[in-house]
Structures are given as structure tokens and as C-alpha cells.
């Protein structure tokens, strides 16, 4: 192999490794989805919760919400396919509908107003963000056991040095 | 006449497989007074397989290239650990996670590989002790990284992570979001027994990757340095860069490994999850009845399997002996370390033998040439 | 290189600094001079200097013996004694039996020497076999059988039948305690013997001198028949056998006293400290020492008892200073990670001295 084919091959494992890292850089993003049965008021009109909403997640159940209910749902990459079971009305018919939400790259915690979005209101009014209160938590951190060779704590040998 | 050869040869096998057969013969006394079930230690095994078989194939290069037992491995581990903390600050989960700290992983275990490898020539002939102290001293700059630097240099901003005074990375950091991921993609379950067949699979490409390095120009130097550095040299090999070489694959390969063994683990210790990894995989090396100066793919299944029996079952197993549940922890702690300590006396007076061998030999030649 | 700017105007001087500078290794000298920053900062950030200073005396007394533990070995050419926690187990081995035999007071110290020399003996005549087996491996096999030892002993620890109530586990009746309080045997025996008390600095006189009087026994060793014997035989092996020296025989010796030195090490490290440490204690207590004494200018063939008092002075001060300086100046606790730094640079350094390798 000549010199130049293989610095030529060698950039080009470099820049396909970038490549592959930036791309799981905007796959991977990970976002937990709240997702609220709430009635929301929206520029002076009334959304009101619906009677009961299931969600189903790549066909797994991973929220049943009552009104007024908020269930969680987490999701890799920035759309978010959910499957909605809908009951309008006590005893009403049930009804399926597929949705896609969008989600911001930059937030971590996303809560979706369903009633409103499921009206079809604009983004602004069904999404927030969720700030989550365990950020201004101080408590010591608990120990968890992480090693999987398992030592109690006095067998821990002292810092050396 | 072919009963005596017999013996003799049941008798070689027995001193070149010391450690093998007081593994099986410790782990066979000590299942039936555990009263494990068979498949739960079934199931554990395989996990355990899953989770350090990796990091147990990084040692097999630097011991071709006749460095010794890669004590700087733990360099690697960093590296894994490092690349960790960042992707779960940017909050990238599951499997693209996994490939994006890998990915970061690689700059970071070349640098602190090629450190590791030029450190390791100036002090040729004492590789492990060297590569042991080498991996003390990066634990020191690995705290400095992480406990001061992250977070007030380095940008680090989830809480997650972050400890509340500003700087510094908490105690433990969870990685609950790929936990297990590429475990449970693909995984099949037999009888109760879960199999993590793409971790098997990725491992099962190492060892390929590995049987083919062995054959190519790179691999043969490696062999030739290990076998002699002044033959090496006098054909033609760079002795010093192959030995870097060796020692940096191997800390990638470390790297790659401690992102597999914590994405099954969920979480990561910040400044323990090393410390003790380098000697628990070379431990279990070692007791696959692999030697300072030789190890095999081989070697790496066999020793998994029989060190993670033993330290499954031994605590149980202590405790039904003893009545007291620590004495089987330190029964475990003990054996790995006498493994180790063994290995190396062994390897030490092998070394010795042949030299005095090679010592007497050279004698009579010079005797026979005397004579003529 | 590292010299100052201003004495590139003088050649002479600036050679003279290199040689300097060469000879002592540039590590030592950063380590010194970190140190003197220290002791110069510690008034100003308002660490009473007195106090430090007495803190790094005390300290220097529990720990001086362990470092001139690793003199012996190094002459023998058996390298740094990474093995060392094999004498402390020796050392811990005589105090608790000594106790157990119900001796109370200074004799309780006394006797614990008396239990602890023969187990030395013993320990350090089977560890000295064992590295003559495997010449020019033993810095390895010393740390793990240092491990190995460690670990097998927390075994002993739980199963040996030790009854003394100061010493096992309150609730079982058996098994021995992490930690034993020396309290009514030989706590500060050594120390409160002759002790100088000036304002805030005190001075442990009765431990200085003990370690005084080992060192001095140490170097008068050295310069009998025998010693020169051991450093001929760790310089020129070759030499040394063709001399008639039993070239065996005095590594064999001079790791009997490493480990022996190492036991009374521990005892005199636990009367200042006031308490016992089993278990995993010992683990890593070799590299403090093998540390001290290279910081001191000690190479891993060549050291001497200078070497142990300026390492040993250096280290501790280092060790003593960094937390109430540093965390009076920035803040921030940084100490253990520039103790880990600092040592461990210190014997990768040595390590990796080409010039000074042997064999």
C-alpha cells in the first residue's frame, strides 16, 4: 500500500467514526415525554380533558390517564410515535388514533397538553418544558453498590499513597 | 510401557494446568454447599461472560508483544468512563449511547495508551510493576479530571451528573437510560436463561479480529518483539513503536470493553469502577490457565467461567462452612490475588530454568569447541 | 531547562545547576520545592506554622521506621519492598497476641515486639526463598504476595480464636475488630516519653529516639563485615559470588530485617496513632513508604539513611500540610490527589531511570 492511499484510508476511518458519532449524537438524544390529561385554557377558549386516554408505546401500554392524570413515557430521537386509545365520554366509544409529536432537541423533560394538542392547537400552546425539582435537591448522595464483585464497605482497602 | 507414558503425560498435563484444575476441583467442592440453583447459576455466568469477556480479550495483545499482564489497562477503563459521563451529560441514551461513548472513548485510550507505552519502554524488563504504578498515577490525574476539572473547565451541565457544588461528577452515575441495551436487543432466552446474543456477537467479532491480527505484518512483529527485542530489532522492527502499538490496542480495546461492562452494570461508579477491574480480568485470566507469556482466546472463556463460578458460590458457600458470610468474601479476594502471585512465581521460574538451561547448553558447546 | 532565567548569564552556574538538577532528579526537587511553598504559605493563609510543623514531626515518627525498612533490600538488591505489609502483618500479628495475653501498658508494647520478632523472622525467612527463586522479578511478586497476604490474614482475623473483650466483636464474641482501640496499652508509649511541649509545638522525643537508635543500628550494620557484604552483593551479583559472598544468604538476610523492620514499623505507626487497623488496612501501606524513601533521593539500588529522613520528612510533610494550606488558599480539598500524583510520579520516575536499573 502506498503512502498516500493509506493516509487517504486513514482520514477517511477517522471522519467516518466522526460521521457516526455526530450522527448518534442527534439519534440518540434521549427526552422523557410527560404527557398530561389536563383541561388547558388557550387564548381565552376552554380545551377540557378528555374521559380516559391510553397510550401505547411500539405496542406496549405505558400510560392509562383518567382526567386530570399525567403518565410519562420516555423516547430516543426527537419524534415521538405514540398510539392514543381515546374514550371521550364515560361509556363513549372507543377510538384510536396514531400521533407524532415533535420534540425539541434541547429540552429534557417535555410535557404535552393532549387536549390541546389533540385539537390541533399550535405547538407553543400544548408543549412545555419540565424542570425538574430534583435539580435544586441538595441531599447527600445515597451509596448505591455498583460493583459487581460486590464488597462490603470495610473490605475497601484505603486511598493508596 | 503405554501405561507409564500414560502417566507421565496425565502427570504434564497436570503441572501445566495447575491453576485450571484447583479452580474446577474449588469450584466443584464448593456448588453443592452454595445450594444455588443450576439455572440461576446459569444465568449468572452468562451474564457475567457477556459483561467481562471483552475487557479480558484487551489483555491478550500486550502479552503477545511480551509485555506481560497489561496492569495499565485500567487506563482504558478511564477512557470508557470518561466517555460515559459525557454521553449521559448530553443525555444520549440507549444504543446510540453505547456507539457514541465508544466512539469518544477511542481518543482518550490512545493518548493515555501511548503514555502508558513509552513510560513502558524506559522501563523494559519491568513492565507489570511499571504498568501497575502507571495505573495509581492516572487514578490520581483520572480524580483531578473528574473531580475538579469537570464542570468548571470541562463543560459538564445535567444534574445528573453533576454534584450540587458546581464541579466535580457525583459518586455514582446512573446509566439507567442504556442499561442493559445491548444486552436485550436480540437476546434469547432458553429455558429461563436470558442469552445477550448481540454482545456475544460483538465479542465473537473481537476474538475473530483478534485470530486475524495474529496473521498480518503488525501481529508477527508483535510476536518477534515478544519472542526477542534484540533478534526483533536486528530484522528490521521498529521494537519501541510496536510495543506502543500494542500497548494503545489494547487500552482502546479496554475502553471498549468498560462501556459494555457498565451498560450492564446501569450505572457507573465514578472513583471506584476501575480500580479493581484490571486485577479481577487478569485474575480470571490467569486462572483460564494462561501465563505471563502466553494466553489464548481459550484461556479467556475457561477463566471467566471457573473465577465467576468461584465468586458466585463462594460466599454462600463460606457461610455454610463457617457461619460467617465475610469469610467467603475474603476467601474470593484471597484466591484472586494468590492466582495472580502464583502465576507470576511460576512464570518468574520458568524464565530462570530456561536461562540456566540456555546458560549450560551454551557451556558445552564451548566445551565441545574446546575439544576440537 | 527548569532553571531560572537569570542564570543563563553564567554558564558555570547554570552547568552547575543542570548537574544539580541531574543528580537530584527534577521530580524530587518540584516535590521539595511544593513543600517549601507550603511551610512558606501556611502562616499567611493562617494554618499555625508551629502546629504544622509539629503535626509533620508526630507524623514523621509513626511512619520513619516503615521507610527505613525498605533500606535493606534495596542494598541486597531486591529492589523496593513492595512486600512490606507482610512485616506489618507480622507487627499486627504480635499486638493483638500480645494483648490477648492480657499485657497491659509499655509491657504490652514490649511484648508485642517479642511476639512479633520471631513471626517476622519466620514470614520474612519464607518471602526471602521465595524471591531468591525468582531474581529479577521480585518488585511484582513482592506486591502480590504483600496482597495475597493481606487478604488471607482478613481470613485469619475472623476465624483465629481471640477472646479478649477490648478486641472482638461486642455482639458475636468472636471474630476481631476492624479497628482496636489502644487505649490502656501502648497508646503514645514512645511518645509521651520525654516529651517537649513549647506553645503549640510538641515534640514526640521518646519516638524520634527509638527510631534514632534503629537508624543508627541500621548504618552501623551496614559498615560491619556482613553489610558491605549485602551492598557488594546488590551492586555486582557476579562480583560479589566470585568474592566468596553467599549471594543468597544475604538477600535472604536482608529481607529477614526489612520484614522485621516493617513489624516494629507498625507497633511504633500504632502507638502514635492510638489504635490497630486489621483487615484491609495494611493493603497499600507499602507505597507511602516506597514513596518516602525515593522522595528522599534513594534509586531503586541505592539508598541511604539520609534518604530515609529527608523522604520521610518530605512525604509526610507534604502529606500533613496540603489539606489545611490548600483548603485555606482555594478552597478545595485537592489534597489526595496531589499526594497520589506526587507519589506515584515519584515511583514511576524511579521506575523508569535507565541510568539507574539494575542488572
Redesign the interface.
Known amino acids: 500500500m502506498n503512502k498516500t492511499r493509506k493516509l487517504l484510508f486513514r482520514v477517511g476511518a477517522v471522519l467516518l467514526l466522526v460521521l457516526i458519532a455526530g450522527l448518534m449524537f442527534i439519534v440518540g438524544r434521549g427526552h422523557t415525554v410527560y404527557l398530561d390529561n389536563k383541561t388547558l385554557e388557550y387564548e381565552g377558549q376552554t380545551y377540557s380533558a378528555l374521559y380516559k386516554i391510553e397510550i401505547l408505546k411500539n405496542g406496549e401500554k405505558v400510560a392509562k390517564l383518567n382526567k386530570r392524570e399525567r403518565g410519562m413515557a420516555t423516547n430516543i430521537g426527537q419524534t415521538c410515535k405514540l398510539t392514543l386509545v381515546i374514550t371521550k365520554e364515560k361509556k363513549g366509544a372507543e377510538e384510536t388514533q396514531e400521533i407524532e409529536l415533535k420534540l425539541p432537541y434541547s429540552m429534557d423533560g417535555i410535557i404535552i397538553n393532549l387536549p390541546g394538542y389533540l385539537s390541533g392547537l399550535p405547538e407553543d400552546a400544548y408543549l412545555t418544558e419540565f424542570v425538574s425539582t430534583a435539580e435544586t435537591e441538595t441531599a447527600p448522595e445515597e451509596e448505591i453498590n455498583t460493583d459487581e464483585f460486590g464488597f462490603s464497605s470495610d473490605m475497601d482497602a484505603p486511598p493508596e499513597g | 510401557m503405554k501405561n507409564k507414558s500414560f502417566g507421565t503425560k496425565l502427570l504434564t498435563f497436570v503441572r501445566d494446568n495447575t491453576v485450571p484444575i484447583m479452580f474446577v476441583l474449588i469450584c466443584v467442592f464448593c456448588i453443592p454447599l452454595s445450594g444455588f440453583s443450576f439455572s440461576y447459576l446459569l444465568n449468572e455466568i452468562i451474564t457475567?461472560m457477556g459483561?467481562n469477556i471483552f475487557l479480558i480479550l484487551a489483555l491478550l495483545i500486550p502479552i503477545m508483544s511480551g509485555m506481560g499482564l497489561n496492569f495499565g489497562m485500567t487506563l482504558g477503563a478511564m477512557a470508557g468512563e470518561i466517555a460515559l459521563i459525557f454521553v449521559s451529560d448530553?443525555?444520549?441514551?440507549?444504543?446510540?449511547?453505547v456507539?457514541?461513548a465508544m466512539?469518544?472513548s477511542?481518543p482518550i485510550s490512545v493518548l493515555l495508551g501511548a503514555f502508558c507505552g513509552k513510560?513502558l519502554n524506559?522501563?523494559k524488563?519491568?513492565e507489570?510493576?511499571?504498568s501497575?504504578?502507571?495505573s495509581?498515577?492516572m487514578?490520581?490525574?483520572y480524580?483531578?479530571i473528574v473531580?475538579?476539572m469537570m464542570g468548571a473547565i470541562i463543560p459538564i451541565k445535567?444534574?445528573?451528573v453533576k454534584l450540587?457544588r458546581g464541579y466535580g461528577i457525583?459518586?455514582?452515575v446512573s446509566l439507567l437510560?442504556m442499561r442493559q441495551c445491548l444486552d436485550n436487543l436480540l437476546a434469547v432466552r432458553v429455558g429461563g436463561v436470558k442469552i445477550p446474543v448481540l454482545t456475544f456477537l460483538i465479542i465473537g467479532v473481537l476474538c475473530l479480529f483478534i485470530v486475524w491480527f495474529r496473521k498480518t505484518k503488525l501481529g508477527q512483529d508483535m510476536r518477534a518483539v515478544g519472542q526477542d527485542m534484540n533478534v526483533a530489532r536486528d530484522a528490521g522492527i521498529n521494537v519501541e513503536r510496536t510495543r506502543i502499538i500494542s500497548i494503545i490496542i489494547s487500552t482502546v480495546l479496554a475502553g471498549f470493553g468498560m462501556v459494555i461492562y457498565l451498560q450492564n452494570?446501569g450505572?457507573?461508579?465514578t472513583y471506584?469502577?476501575h480500580s479493581?477491574i484490571g486485577m479481577?480480568c487478569i485474575a480470571a485470566l490467569l486462572v483460564g490457565g494462561a501465563s505471563v507469556d502466553k494466553a489464548s482466546i481459550g484461556n479467556v472463556f475457561l477463566g471467566v467461567i471457573l473465577f465467576h463460578t468461584m465468586?458466585i458460590v463462594a460466599p454462600k458457600a463460606g457461610a455454610q462452612i463457617?457461619g460467617?458470610s465475610?469469610?467467603g468474601?475474603?476467601?474470593r479476594?484471597?484466591v484472586?490475588?494468590?492466582v495472580?502471585?502464583l502465576s507470576?512465581?511460576m512464570?518468574?521460574?520458568k524464565?530462570?530454568r530456561q536461562k540456566s538451561q540456555m546458560g549450560l547448553q551454551l557451556q558445552q558447546e564451548q566445551m565441545e569447541e574446546a575439544a576440537k | 531547562m527548569n532553571e531560572p532565567l537569570y542564570t543563563s548569564t553564567n554558564p558555570t552556574l547554570r552547568e552547575r545547576l543542570r548537574g544539580f538538577v541531574n543528580s537530584f532528579g527534577l521530580p524530587r526537587l518540584i516535590i521539595a520545592a511544593f513543600l517549601l511553598m507550603l511551610y512558606i504559605a501556611a502562616p499567611f493563609v493562617g494554618a499555625g506554622f508551629w502546629m504544622q510543623i509539629s503535626n509533620t514531626i508526630n507524623r514523621f515518627s509513626w511512619n520513619a521506621i516503615m521507610v527505613l525498612a525498605m533500606v535493606p533490600m534495596i542494598h541486597s538488591g531486591c529492589g523496593l519492598n513492595f512486600g512490606l505489609p507482610l512485616g506489618i502483618i507480622s507487627g499486627l500479628l504480635g499486638a493483638t497476641l500480645s494483648i490477648e495475653f492480657g499485657f497491659t501498658g509499655g509491657m504490652s508494647f514490649l511484648m508485642a515486639i517479642l511476639i512479633a520478632t520471631p513471626i517476622a523472622i519466620i514470614l520474612g525467612a519464607g518471602y526471602g526463598w521465595l524471591l531468591n527463586k525468582i531474581k529479577g522479578g521480585e518488585m511484582m511478586i513482592a506486591t502480590y504476595v504483600g496482597f495475597s497476604s493481606v487478604s488471607f490474614m482478613c481470613m485469619l482475623w475472623l476465624l483465629l480464636p481471640y477472646h479478649s473483650p477490648t478486641m472482638v466483636w461486642g455482639f458475636a464474641g468472636k471474630g476481631l475488630r476492624t479497628t482496636i482501640s489502644l487505649e490502656g496499652f501502648y497508646d503514645k508509649v514512645l511518645a509521651n516519653f520525654l516529651q517537649i511541649n513549647i506553645g503549640t509545638l510538641s515534640i514526640p522525643t521518646g519516638t524520634l529516639l527509638f527510631f534514632a537508635l534503629l537508624a543508627f543500628a541500621m548504618w552501623a550494620f551496614l559498615h560491619t563485615k556482613t553489610g558491605t557484604a549485602m551492598t557488594a552483593v546488590g551492586s555486582n551479583p557476579t562480583f560479589a559470588r566470585a568474592a566468596g559472598v553467599n549471594v543468597d544468604k544475604m538477600r535472604l538476610l536482608s529481607v529477614v530485617i526489612s520484614t522485621w523492620l516493617a513489624a516494629i514499623g507498625i507497633l511504633v505507626y500504632e502507638q502514635g496513632f492510638g489504635f490497630i487497623q486489621l483487615y484491609m488496612a495494611p493493603f497499600y501501606m507499602a507505597l507511602p513508604a516506597v514513596s518516602a524513601i525515593l522522595i528522599g533521593g534513594a534509586s531503586v539500588n541505592k539508598a541511604s539513611i539520609a534518604n530515609v529522613i529527608i523522604g520521610t520528612f518530605l512525604f509526610q510533610g507534604i502529606v500533613t500540610m496540603t489539606p489545611t494550606v490548600m483548603n485555606n488558599m482555594i478552597h478545595m480539598d485537592m489534597s489526595e490527589v496531589i499526594r497520589v500524583v506526587a507519589s506515584q510520579g515519584m515511583i514511576l520516575y524511579a521506575l523508569t531511570r535507565k541510568t539507574e536499573a539494575s542488572k
Open positions: 457475567r459483561r448530553w443525555q444520549i441514551w440507549g444504543i446510540p449511547g456507539v457514541l466512539i469518544l477511542i513510560i524506559m522501563a524488563g519491568r507489570m510493576i511499571t501497575y504504578i502507571i495509581f498515577f487514578n490520581g490525574i480524580q483531578l473531580l475538579y445535567h444534574f445528573s450540587p457525583r459518586n455514582t437510560n452494570m450505572n457507573i461508579a471506584s469502577s479493581q479481577f465468586f463457617t460467617d465475610m469469610i468474601e475474603y476467601f479476594v484471597f484472586s490475588y494468590g495472580i502471585t507470576l512465581i512464570y518468574e521460574t524464565k530462570r
